[in-house]
């Protein structure tokens, strides 16, 4: 039911690693000939790298960790198309689970109310102007019941109170991001800009956003082209990218 065309029909499962980007990073630069839509997965990611320079934190085999290849023929400029299709992915599976309230907090953190359930570190590997390959991590909870100094992190278990087969899970994710991923590659961008922004976190609500010149209130009123968070504060609306705001939750 739930089969894909081509995510995940070669996977590399390991036991254990430090993470799964940097495992697949390593092999792409050995081995340039990589099939799209290889997947990496561990059972216990040990250096799990997150946005910001954070760490991913999961605890051994309770939740999926993997990181994905994929080959998007788009320019470098429509790079952030590509955080945009994959939460959504996230955001159709967890509908498809039921879920409620799913959002996308700026940039692809996966949202469940204001606890987060699943975060994605997109990394692209550049050939001259254009994009040659992209390694794309998805963290999800799954099964996880506690989570130390992670005051707001959520897991499937947690929200749906069953436990949850983590290969049955994978397999679904891969089915609805490479749904997506599929949109993506007819470079049908107005339907995944306007299901992004549909999604997206606290969007034309008032707010605290800790900015360079202190905590200001805003509202998200969209997201740019380029990727970067536009909020309206006091009237203009203003720019950011990832280190230059941080929402207060
Ligand atoms: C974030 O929310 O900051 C992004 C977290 C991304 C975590 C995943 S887990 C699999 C893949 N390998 C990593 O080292 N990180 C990503």
Known sequence: MYETLFFGKEKINLEKVDSTNTYLKQLLADSKDLIEGLVVITQQQELGRGQRGNYWQSEPNKNITFSLLIRP?????????????????????????????????WPNDIYIENTKIAGILIENVLKGSS????IVGVG???????????????????????????????????????KRYLILKK???????????????RINELHNYEISNGIVQGEIVGVSQSGKLQININ?????????????II
């Open 140 to 178: 999800l909870n799954v099964n996880q019941l506690w989570f130390a100094n992670l005051p707001n992190a959520t897991s499937l278990r947690l929200i749906n109170g069953v436990e949850f087969d983590l290969e049955e899970t994978l397999n679904k994710l891969l089915f609805f991001i490479e």
């Open 187 to 201: 470079l049908n961008f107005f339907s995944l800009d306007k299901d992004y922004i549909k999604h997206l976190f």
């Open 131 to 134: 994009i040659d390959a992209v």
């Open 73 to 105: 023929k788009i320019s470098v400029s429509d790079q952030f198309m590509i955080s945009k299709t994959i939460s959504l992915g996230v955001v159709d599976f967890l509908i498809a689970e039921g879920i409620k309230n799913v959002t996308i907090k």
């Open 235 to 247: 009237g203009v609306v203003q720019e950011f990218d990832l280190k230059e705001v941080k929402m």
